[in-house]
């Protein structure tokens, strides 16, 4: 893409291309927004040890996820109403990670349904669950998800209720948006959207519409998360859904190391270091604060996967110096998928890899396995 030169480039392009309503579901956090911005200013913070002299020549950012091997360390977390974000917006993204070489999570609340992306897929994609009230939808989820050939499940903890978002509030968010005078203007200045919108037409949460009780369409997702999402959702359903999901399990929206520890207990391949990129607990710590308590807690024995704030490969190679096998990123491909469809995906892993390799290369190293504590300043050493 021209004249891209970095995440933010795309971010800014992603704002013109797409509603106001949609651009702020993605680019909000909850509250006051505090941990949000968190997320990011910690990474910006942590200050990286240049090293020369080291023949870095042969330098690569490829490695391995949960036995896959991938372009980067790094899979897509899953969002939901990619496809209101950007028309077809879940197969887009999905087409983009699986033909650079990462995997892509699709959201339970996503547009495009575990069957529309099965369809078009050439490599397992994974799939994020939500628990909700009802159980039995829970298992036919499943169910789909083990006849779509999904082999990793990503459960996400940190939403038994759903965070205040003070934008989607104020902008009316709905699916399809509500036609209001204001809405009306805000889709007549975003032509390109509206046309790709008029050729897929799809605006329905497509696991859900049709398998659930009371998804109603215009229905506000916060609404309807509330009303449907399980507050009593427990470590025993976790450790039901453990024992009833054969392939690769994955606990999403760890933050605390006592959460950490009970975690290690289910038998879950890995666990995301998470606050839902600031979009629940406003107050929570950022995700890289967090990470090496639980990075400690684990003690190697299982993957431990970080999202939050991250936008490039510098801040995957912080992540990975503090102990984190893999990245996940949400709104910095969001924003590659705003600003430029399936294209704008994958000029923002062109981007991040790019970043990562270079990062490597000048600060002496050569191979993913090689980063870690040594590559970073101590707080005290950097004043
Ligand atoms: C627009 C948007 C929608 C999200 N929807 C979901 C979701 O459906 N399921 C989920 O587990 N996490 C969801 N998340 C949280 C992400 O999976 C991830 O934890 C977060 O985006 C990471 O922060 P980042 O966006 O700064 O990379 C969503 C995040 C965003 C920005």
Not at 79 to 102: D, S
């Amino acid at each position: 893409m021209k004249r891209v030169a970095c995440n933010d480039d795309l971010r800014m392009r992603a704002r013109r291309r797409v509603p106001r309503m949609f651009f702020d579901y993605v680019d909000g956090g909850a509250w006051t927004e505090s941990t949000y911005r968190a997320n990011s200013s910690d990474l910006s913070a942590i200050r990286l040890k240049q090293r020369v002299a080291v023949d870095v020549s042969q330098r690569t950012a490829r490695t391995t996820l949960l036995g896959q091997s991938t372009r980067l360390p790094l899979a897509m977390s899953p969002t939901g109403l990619t496809g209101m974000f950007w028309p077809n917006g879940e197969v887009l993204a999905m087409q983009a990670c699986e033909a650079f070489g990462i995997p892509y999570t699709l959201s339970t609340v996503s547009i495009a349904s575990i069957e529309d992306l099965a369809r078009v897929a050439t490599k397992p994609f994974w799939f994020q669950l939500y628990v909700i009230r009802d159980r039995d939808f829970i298992e036919r989820l499943i169910r789909r998800a083990e006849q779509a050939g999904i082999d990793t499940l990503v459960l996400t903890l940190d939403l038994q209720m759903s965070g205040q978002r003070n934008k989607d509030i104020r902008n009316g968010l709905s699916s399809p948006p509500k036609p209001t005078l204001r809405n009306l203007a805000d889709l007549a200045l975003h032509p390109a959207w509206c046309l790709a919108m008029a050729r897929h037409r799809n605006m329905r949460f497509g696991n859900l519409y049709g398998h659930v009780d009371g998804m109603k369409n215009r229905k506000a997702l916060s609404e309807w998360t509330n009303e449907q999402f399980d507050p009593t959702l427990s470590w025993t359903d976790v450790r039901r859904i453990r024992d009833r999901w054969k392939g690769k399990l994955v606990l999403k929206g760890i933050l605390a190391p006592e959460d950490a520890q009970t975690a290690l207990t289910i038998d879950a391949d890995a666990l995301v270091v998470s606050n839902h990129g600031g979009r629940q607990l406003d107050g929570a710590p950022s995700t890289i604060s967090a990470l090496p308590d639980i990075v400690a807690e684990v003690g190697g024995r299982t993957t431990v996967l970080i999202d939050g704030g991250f936008t490039s490969g510098q801040d995957i190679f912080k992540a990975l110096a503090l102990g984190a096998n893999g990245v996940m990123m949400g709104r910095a491909l969001l924003y590659g998928l705003g600003a430029g469809a399936q294209a704008g995906v994958a000029a923002a892993l062109e981007m991040i890899r790019n970043e990562l390799e270079v990062t490597m290369g000048l600060c002496g190293v050569s191979r993913i396995e090689e980063i870690g504590p040594h590559n970073l300043y101590k707080a005290a050493e950097r004043g």
